[in-house]
């Protein structure tokens, strides 16, 4: 069964680094987003991007963070200059178009664990 | 703010034991989703229920969207301890794509 992929499993920063967070969605889905998940913490939106722009994005997407689809088959999340308290999981998530409509599932992969030092 | 409440947070249970975790919320979705989640991984999906009123069933589990689409709830008969682990509510408010809210989770343990 197709499956959203993430590399890395695990990112160590100092921080004021840039990193990048990849994503492998699921080959005939078109819509992606990224959340994040704070150690002991709900899972939360960060971006949704589709057609090859930001759909939507939360208040945590600020000037520090940009998207890109830079090939047919990934999608990265970038950090400019990390602070500490952007440790946390790194979800990535997609979904399909089923006829003209979307359906509503989001399909996500095993996370980067990045730790800011 | 889309607030969605799962409750309860914790719950410890014996093997064969029923329960229920709820999913509230004052907002109307237009589908809610289940997932499972293991330590150090992603949510992995369990069921996506769209219609209200909707109720699907997973071999022992059983989710329920509620009549209006502001609640669910997901019902375990006969737990195993195969089932421990924590549960997460997630809600779309709408169908063109939008994020997920999600819930805080319920975190789930069968002993045998």
């Known amino acids: 069964e197709p499956e959203v992929t993430q590399t890395p499993s695990h990112q160590v920063t100092q921080m004021g680094q840039e990193v990048i967070l990849r994503c492998v969605p699921i080959?005939?889905?078109?819509?992606f987003y990224w959340y994040r998940q704070i150690l002991g913490q709900k899972v939360e939106f960060l971006v949704s991007?589709?057609?090859?722009?930001?759909?939507?994005k939360s208040e945590i997407f600020d000037d520090q963070f940009s998207v890109e689809r830079p090939d047919g088959s990934n999608f990265t999340l970038k950090i400019r200059s990390t602070k500490l308290e952007d440790s946390a999981m790194y979800f990535c998530?997609?979904?399909?178009?089923?006829?003209?409509?979307?359906?509503?599932?989001?399909?996500f992969g095993p996370g980067t664990r990045l730790t800011v030092l | 703010t889309q607030l969605l409440e799962q409750s309860p947070q914790f719950l410890s249970i014996q093997e064969g034991e029923n329960l229920t975790v709820y999913c509230n919320s004052s907002?109307?979705?237009?589908?809610l989703q289940w997932y499972r989640q293991e330590p150090g991984e992603g949510p992995v999906l369990l069921v996506t229920?769209?219609?209200?009123?909707e109720v699907k069933k997973l071999k022992r589990l059983t989710f329920q969207f509620g009549d209006a689409r502001k609640d669910s709830s997901l019902h375990i008969t006969a737990a195993q301890p195969g089932d421990t682990g924590l549960y997460l509510c997630?809600?779309?408010?709408?169908?063109?794509?939008?994020?997920?809210?999600f819930g805080k989770g319920t975190t789930l343990s069968v002993s045998s």
């Open positions: 991007f589709y057609n090859n722009e930001i759909s939507e």
């Open positions: 229920v769209v219609t209200g009123g």
């Open positions: 080959s005939n889905h078109l819509y």
């Open positions: 997630a809600g779309a408010l709408s169908q063109a794509g939008t994020a997920l809210i």
């Open positions: 907002s109307v979705f237009s589908s």
């Open positions: 998530a997609s979904r399909r178009l089923a006829g003209v409509y979307f359906t509503d599932t989001q399909y």
